[in-house]
């Protein structure tokens, strides 16, 4: 992995990622109490970051792979980004979900055309062995959602908008909290600002329970999650770092942060009704971790990536009462 790829990647993107903002608001720089500057990826192509590793890894497949199509596993994201990524090169895609998947992440990679095949994480149903089933019977090729040459160097075209972007608001050194589960996009990123913000630090945000770079940051050792699943934070649940992308955090990452599923939900509701974005749970752990753990971070300015926006009805609804004023009054008096 290297600047180079990222580059090159960001080439075969242009024109179809769509370069997102990187957005502000008072309100949330007085919780934070500092300026926040949040790079809205949930504005990207089928609402996450996810489409420019898609897009970059199966523009980069020879002819003939293409031609037999590609296989992936995801929790949603991943998997409507390779969808729709592959559509656009009329090239098939079965995409390996789990059951326990938000339904409209399952609806929305049907709606774009691939194949969905679901599993029972919870039960242990083996999703390698599944997919080493398919692949071997249609020829298809893997894509997998961060471990991948190619999807980090999608991924990291969004730390190469962040080094631009910041530069244009007069930012040179601050810390850029990122959404991770196994390291794609934050190492992507981390490669990114490397190369042209070094000034910039990037940082992994986690939720806890699955903290598995944070821990592995600290121990300097691949660390395990106890479980995979039963987080409202599935977009970024991941049995472990990478073993390509834990070595570039390994060396450019700063430390990991650790949030509470309420303070995503939290964060959530306010990207909402301060900055009109819709975030999901996972998507919003970095700007949680900006919002309620300021005392981790130093500096006048921090970045953030709301890397998703892909949330059922349910689970927004339920963090948009989180920040009703009502509901703030009830939690205080029973503080």
């Known amino acids: 992995m290297n600047i180079e790829m990222i580059r090159a990647a960001a080439q075969r993107l242009e024109g179809h990622a769509r370069r997102t903002p990187l957005l502000s608001s008072p309100f949330l720089d007085e919780i934070a109490g500092r300026r926040v500057w949040v790079k809205a990826e949930c504005l990207q192509q089928t609402g996450s970051f996810k489409f420019r590793g898609a897009w970059s890894a199966v523009s980069a497949l020879p002819e003939d792979a293409r031609a037999r199509g590609v296989i992936a596993f995801s929790s949603g994201n991943h998997a409507q980004g390779v969808a729709l990524a592959a ?11 789990p059951q326990d998947a938000p339904r409209v992440k399952i609806e929305n990679t049907k709606a774009l055309g691939a194949e969905v095949v679901l599993y029972d994480r919870a039960a242990g149903e083996d999703r390698d062995a599944l997919g080493d089933t398919l692949s071997a019977q249609r020829g298809l090729t893997l894509i997998k959602p961060f471990d991948e040459p190619q999807v ?3 991924q990291g075209t969004a730390g190469l908008e962040i080094a631009e972007q910041a530069a244009e608001q007069g930012i040179s050194k601050a810390d850029v ?49 106890a479980t ?10 991941t049995p472990q770092p990478g073993v390509l992308t834990f070595p570039i955090l390994a060396r450019l990452a700063g430390p990991g942060i650790v949030i509470s599923e309420e303070d995503a939900l939290r964060a959530v509701a306010l990207a909402f009704n301060r900055l009109k974005v819709v975030a999901e749970p996972g998507g919003a752990v970095a700007l949680a971790a900006a919002l309620f753990h ?6 006048d300015d921090v970045i953030v990536t709301i890397s998703g926006g892909n949330v059922d009805n349910d ?3 339920r963090a948009l009462a989180l920040d009703d004023p009502a509901s703030q009054q009830k939690r205080e008096s029973a503080a």
């Open 87 to 97: 559509r656009a090169h009329g090239v098939s895609a079965v995409i390996i979900m």
């Open 177 to 225: 909290i990122v959404c991770c589960g196994g390291g794609g996009f934050s190492s992507g990123i981390a490669l990114a600002l490397e190369a042209e913000a070094p000034g910039l630090r990037m940082r992994p945000a986690e939720p806890e329970g699955f903290d598995d770079v944070a821990r592995s940051l600290r121990s300097g050792r691949i660390e395990r999650n």
């Open 228 to 237: 995979q699943s039963g987080s409202l934070c599935d977009a970024i649940i």
């Open 315 to 317: 689970v927004f609804a």
């Open 152 to 154: 980090i160097a999608g």
């Open 294 to 299: 300021g005392h981790e971070i130093e500096g």
